[in-house]
């Protein structure tokens, strides 16, 4: 051995022996619901019983425990961290340790705070595991298709032809390093003119069917009650009732 | 305690070494702790002796050389260097946020030249596995 070793990828595969399945939530925009998809899918499948995990890897803009009213708290500490339950969800995000501070990371930092929490927690037995990803396809979506092998992309997407555009580019990448995609799942359709199914059908991947604007969701934003009143979550469930997709 | 986790890492990777060095016993290993994610130099000798029992043979007499590696900051706007001293990572909970992910710095600790948070930690972050003393299966 004669250079220094940085310890923490040896131990990632320990820390998510337990964990069936690893799905990235992504797209390539901001802003088109990635966040909300995936606690709300979090919560919809711990509803149905599931054992499920969400990981907020947007560590410049964290968003899941707004989506899921979570307050900040420091983790238990025993081997490692353990990640928070809420409403049934095991959720891990760089919010329980900055509160409301400003973290603003270069691409080198991104990599390391992901490498230091997935060192370090612990998620137990989980039938699925939910990243929610940043936007775009920059260092945090390369560092984990590098380094967790498992994982499935499910990747959230609208008809703006702006948006399809850039869809288009990752489900391309994607497909060039195969990683398996769940689907493409259409949220916020404004118009039912089938862009989103034809590109999914363009690159043979499922298309999760549309999730319509709820002008309700605003307000149920951290109120897990009204949250499961929402289209959204009615939508999520039943797309999700039969379990989570398998890929293609 | 977490750092046991960040000590079942270093077993991880010293294994893997090993192997990839053909080392049929570990004697030693060397390690650095960053100064930044204020692990003490005790706590984390007394975690790799807690996580070695269930390691590796190879592993179970090997001894540990744990030493503290100081923090080189740079800031990004100003290029000013500076080190530990001359933050304060302890006001409210940054201390012990920067203790579970170094990176949570740059929430809570400027450029003590310009107040920037866009600086490179260039050295003292966290934990590194240094160097393996051992054996090859012929010795
Ligand atoms: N189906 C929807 N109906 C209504 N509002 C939505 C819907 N999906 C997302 N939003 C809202 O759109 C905004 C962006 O959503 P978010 O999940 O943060 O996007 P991303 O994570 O992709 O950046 C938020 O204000 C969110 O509440
Ligand atoms: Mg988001
Ligand atoms: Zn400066």
């Known amino acids: 051995m004669s250079n220094s070793v940085d ?50 890897l947007d560590f410049t803009s964290p968003s899941d425990h707004v989506v899921l009213g979570v307050e900040r708290s420091f983790p238990d500490e025993q081997f490692g961290i353990d990640p928070h339950e809420a409403h049934g969800v095991q959720m891990m ?45 920059g260092d945090t979506s390369l560092d984990v298709i590098n380094l967790l092998p498992r994982l ?29 995609l769940v689907g493409l799942l259409e949220n916020i359709q404004r118009v039912a003119d089938g862009a989103v199914a034809s590109l999914a059908a363009e690159f043979d991947v499922a298309y999760l069917g549309p999730i319509p604007f709820d002008p309700g969701f605003e307000a149920a934003l951290g109120d897990i009650r009204l949250l499961r009143e929402t289209a959204v979550y009615r939508e999520l469930a039943r797309m999700l009732a039969p379990g989570l997709p398998a890929t293609k | ?85 001359d933050v304060s990572l302890d ?14 710095s740059h929430a809570f600790a400027r450029c003590p030249k310009c107040g920037s948070p866009d600086f490179e930690i260039l050295a003292g972050r966290g934990i590194t596995l240094e160097r393996l003393e051992g054996s090859g299966p012929d010795e």
Request: net charge negative; proline share 4%.
């Open chain 1, 93 to 137: 995000s760089i919010a329980f340790f900055a509160g409301e501070a400003a973290v603003p990371l270069r691409g080198a930092a991104t990599t390391n705070a992901l490498l230091e929490l997935l060192a370090i927690t612990r998620w137990g037995d989980l039938d699925v595991l939910i990243l929610d990803m940043p936007p775009g396809l």
């Open chain 2, 1 to 85: 305690m977490h750092e046991l986790a960040l000590a079942d890492a270093v077993m991880k990777a010293a294994v893997q070494a090993a192997d990839d060095a053909g080392m049929a016993r570990i004697d030693k290993l060397v390690v650095k702790v960053g100064e930044l994610q204020q692990i003490e130099k005790d706590l984390f000798e007394f975690s790799l002796a807690n996580v070695l029992a269930g390691q590796d043979p190879r592993l179970r007499e090997a001894t540990f050389d744990v030493s503290l590696e100081p923090v080189r900051f740079e800031c990004n706007s100003c290029h000013h260097g500076y080190g530990r001293q």
């Open chain 1, 7 to 56: 310890p923490r990828p040896f131990a990632i595969a320990d820390r998510l022996a337990g964990v069936g399945r690893i799905v990235g939530v992504s797209g390539s925009k901001g802003g088109i619901g990635k966040s909300v998809v995936a606690s709300t899918m979090a919560l919809a499948l711990a509803d149905a019983g599931s054992r499920v995990g969400l990981f907020d």
């Open chain 2, 91 to 104: 006001d409210g909970d940054g201390g012990e946020a920067i203790h579970f992910i170094p990176e949570l």
């Open chain 1, 152 to 180: 499935e992309f499910l990747l959230v997407g609208n008809g703006s032809r702006v948006v399809i555009e850039s869809v288009r580019r990752a489900l391309s990448l994607l497909a060039e390093l195969d990683v398996p």
